[in-house]
């Protein structure tokens, strides 16, 4: 991480001119203008994506990201026990719910969550997160009303004005993928799911189920000679990301659960071999393609 640091501290220092230097305020006009991974960082927190949705909060996964959440949603209703939210999981493996005793708005009486799993044993599973072994405070503890959903004979799921549907993904211990659709606008959550035959009929499934999203929130770990070495590992990258959203028409595809020994410059490099990609394959198509990163807001109305 010092290096890190260093190596954009001196980056920066590159791109300046003197008159950039002049004084605080072209100092702070000269950052401004600087590329996201020079002037800050993709984050290194695991996966936790919150959707605002009309009056609904969404919430997908509960990694360590999810106590950055939990924060700013104490400036809120939630800080005055008033919040009410539907959190979605993916799967249980660690990187997705280790934020949870961490995330302060479960200790607020007053604030309602509803937890929703194709899982059967969901709240098992997170309960047995937090047994005395492994964490010193029991999942009991939280003052807030905590109801768990299993999905598992449904096909889909409604809140409010929206609906919410699921599919199955490859990835070792089972993973599921989620479709937000309201008011003609979708987002899919795919993180956590590998493609391990490429053919047209072995994505048709995934196809279909992110046909026309505004939004694809798509994992992509790996480069692609590296999801080829690290089969069965339960990740995908930016080139399937890419041939998928084109063949499901996607309007827009975050690439995210970035490799985590990835430097951010590193990230970069395989998001402008990404750009290249596309203009190959699809000079003519307007796919709009961006690095997610912690903080980044995106707004579909």
Not at 14 to 30: G, P
Not at 37 to 59: A, H, K, P
Request: glycine share 6%; charged share 25%; aromatic share 14%.
């Amino acid at each position: 991480m010092y290096e890190e640091v260093e190596e954009k501290v001196v980056k920066a220092l590159q791109n300046a001119k003197a008159e950039d230097l002049a004084d605080d305020d072209s100092i702070k006009s000269f950052v401004q203008t600087l590329p996201h991974e020079i002037r800050g960082t993709f984050g290194g927190n695991s996966s936790c994506v919150s959707m605002q949705v009309g009056d609904e909060l969404l919430i997908f996964d509960a990694g360590s990201g999810i106590r950055m959440l939990g924060q700013e949603l104490m400036a809120t209703d939630f800080g005055r026990g008033q919040g009410k939210a539907n959190v979605f999981f993916s799967h249980t493996h660690w990187d997705h719910i280790l934020g949870i005793p961490f995330f302060v708005p479960f200790y607020i009486k007053g604030n309602q969550f509803t937890v929703n799993s194709p899982l059967p044993d969901i709240q098992e599973r997170l309960e047995g997160q937090q047994k005395f072994e492994y964490f010193p405070i029991p999942f009991s503890i939280y003052a807030s009303d905590i109801d768990f959903v299993v999905l598992e004979n449904k096909t889909e799921q409604k809140i409010g004005d929206m609906a919410v549907t699921w599919k199955a993904m490859y990835h070792p211990g089972q993973c599921f993928a989620y479709r937000v659709d309201y008011k003609g606008k979708s987002v899919v959550y795919a993180t956590d799911a590998e493609y391990k035959k490429l053919g047209s009929s072995d994505l048709k499934p995934a196809v279909e189920f992110f046909q026309d999203a505004d939004l694809l929130i798509f994992d992509s770990m790996y480069t692609f000679s590296e999801g080829l070495e690290k089969e069965d590992w339960g990740h995908s990258s930016t080139f399937i990301g890419v041939d998928l959203a084109l063949e499901a028409n996607v309007k827009q595809i975050a690439f995210f659960h970035h490799e985590p020994t990835y430097s951010d410059f590193k990230l970069m490099d395989i998001f402008r071999q990404t750009e290249k990609y596309l203009k190959l394959v699809a000079p003519k198509q307007e796919l709009k393609m961006f690095l997610s990163y912690e903080g980044l807001s995106v707004d579909l109305l």
